[in-house]
C-alpha cells in the first residue's frame, strides 16, 4: 500500500489532478471516490474522464446508479449514495469488474466490502474553515491510498505531475 495526501487550491487544480491520472487508466483499473457531498467526486470524475478521452458531459448517475461512457478505455460510473448493499447483486455491480473498463465508484465507502482488494482510493475532503462562498475556489485535500502494485504504479507515475499542481 502506497498512501500520498495532496492539497489543491481550486477545482482547476482538482481538474489537473484528475486529467493526469484518467491517462494514466487502464482496462479493469477499479477507482474508489470518497468524500462528503460537495467535496468534488463528480468534479473529479469528470476530469477522470477527460484524461481517458471521453468527450461525453459526465454528469453524477445518482438516480440511475451507472454511466457508462466510451473512449479509449470505457468508463463505468457509478454513484451508489442512494443504494443498498442487496441491490447491488440486481444490477450487476461485481460482472463490471470484468468488463475491461475502468470502474469508477462515489461514496464507495458505502460498498467497500464488495470492492476488489485492488484499487485505488480517493478520499477528498474539504476543511470547514476554508470554505469560500465562490465553490471554485475552495481547497480540498485528496488523500490517495494505493492498495496493490498495479495502483502504486499509477501513483507512482502521476506522482511528478500532482506534486507540481500544489
Not at 471516490?33 to 445518482?62: C, E, R
Not at 441491490?87 to 458505502?110: C, K, M, P, Q, T
Amino acid at each position: 500500500m502506497r498512501s500520498m495526501k495532496y492539497f489543491l487550491q481550486t477545482l482547476e487544480e482538482t481538474a489537473r489532478f484528475g486529467r493526469a491520472l484518467g491517462r494514466q487508466l487502464k482496462p479493469g483499473d477499479v477507482i474508489a471516490l470518497i468524500g462528503d457531498l460537495g467535496a468534488g467526486k463528480t468534479t473529479l470524475t469528470q476530469a477522470i474522464a477527460q484524461g481517458m478521452g471521453i468527450t461525453d458531459d459526465v454528469t453524477s448517475p445518482t438516480f440511475t446508479l451507472v454511466q457508462e461512457y466510451g473512449g479509449r478505455v470505457p468508463l463505468f460510473h457509478f454513484d451508489v449514495y442512494r443504494i443498498e448493499m442487496m441491490n447491488l447483486d440486481e444490477i450487476g455491480f461485481e460482472e463490471y469488474f470484468e468488463r475491461g473498463g475502468v470502474v469508477l465508484i462515489e461514496w464507495a465507502d458505502r460498498v467497500l466490502p464488495v470492492l476488489p482488494p485492488e484499487r485505488l482510493n480517493l478520499i477528498l475532503s474539504i476543511s470547514e474553515e476554508e470554505m469560500q462562498s465562490d465553490e471554485d475556489q475552495n481547497p480540498r485535500s485528496i488523500e490517495v491510498i494505493a492498495f496493490g502494485r498495479r495502483y502504486v504504479e499509477i501513483v507512482t507515475e502521476c506522482a511528478p505531475i500532482w506534486s507540481g499542481i500544489e
